[in-house]
Antibody
Framework: EVHLLESGGGLGQPGGSLRLSCVAS????????MNWVRQAPGKGLEWVSA????????YYADSVRGRFTISRDNSKNTVYLQMNGLRVADTAVYYC????????WGQGTTVTVSS | QSALTQPASVSGSPGQSITISCTGT?????????VSWYQQHPGKAPKLLIY???NRPSGVSDHFSGSKSGNTASLTISGLQAEDEADYYC??????????FGGGTKLTVL
């Protein structure tokens, strides 16, 4: 069964950092691009970042470019989101997702940015 | 990276059919057949209903259907049921190799 499990969420301070992780199982991880999507409280879904299967190319939403870094370790079937320069507006549930064909989403991890 | 345009809300009575539109541009919906639709109940992760414009994953009811014409994709729910009341989102791949979502539509079953 295909499965994604996020972790690393929690309380972060404005200007601080958090690192999210997403462990994949049930598919050939290295052959798929992976994405992070977030949903602020009471708001819609926002695509945040993507990384190709090899990890050689990354993509970012304008709202996080220069502050967030996506990476992956194919030996551990894990994708990461390093979040620096946190802002209150980054408060959201962060989902890890595999898009293309039948999508797979994790259950999400909650990030709260507050002083 | 502008969001796809969806109506904020739609409503219908049980047994009726409703359609939710998702309007993009030639940089996303108009170019690719990589349009997906999701259903989200409060506090839950999004559930995939439709992928690649009109394909249903295994286990998704056939009273959900998708289509596309030009820059606009549509989700039709036929034979509305109380449990269909939820938020619905569309998404599309873009010419920038990114993904974009619609703003979401709240479906109310009267």
């Amino acid at each position: 069964e295909v499965h994604l499990l996020e972790s690393g969420g929690g309380l972060g301070q404005p200007g601080g950092s958090l690192r999210l992780s997403c462990v994949a199982s049930g598919f050939t991880f290295r052959t798929y691009a992976m994405n992070w999507v977030r949903q602020a409280p009471g708001k819609g879904l926002e695509w945040v970042s993507a990384i190709t299967g090899s990890g050689s190319t990354t993509y970012y939403a304008d709202s996080v470019r220069g502050r967030f870094t996506i990476s992956r370790d194919n030996s551990k079937n894990t994708v990461y989101l390093q979040m620096n320069g946190l802002r209150v507006a980054d408060t959201a549930v962060y989902y890890c997702a595999k898009f293309g064909g039948v999508d797979v989403w994790g259950q999400g991890t909650t990030v709260t940015v507050s002083s | 990276q502008s969001a796809l345009t969806q109506p904020a809300s739609v409503s219908g009575s049980p047994g009726q059919s409703i359609t939710i539109s998702c309007t993009g541009t030639s940089s996303d919906v108009g170019t690719y057949n990589y349009v997906s639709w999701y259903q989200q109940h409060p506090g839950k992760a999004p559930k995939l209903l439709i992928y690649d414009v009109s394909n249903r994953p295994s286990g998704v009811s056939d009273h959900f259907s998708g289509s596309k014409s030009g820059n606009t994709a549509s989700l039709t729910i036929s034979g509305l049921q109380a449990e269909d009341e939820a938020d619905y989102y569309c998404s599309s791949y873009t010419t920038s190799s990114t993904w974009v979502f619609g703003g979401g539509t709240k479906l109310t079953v009267l």
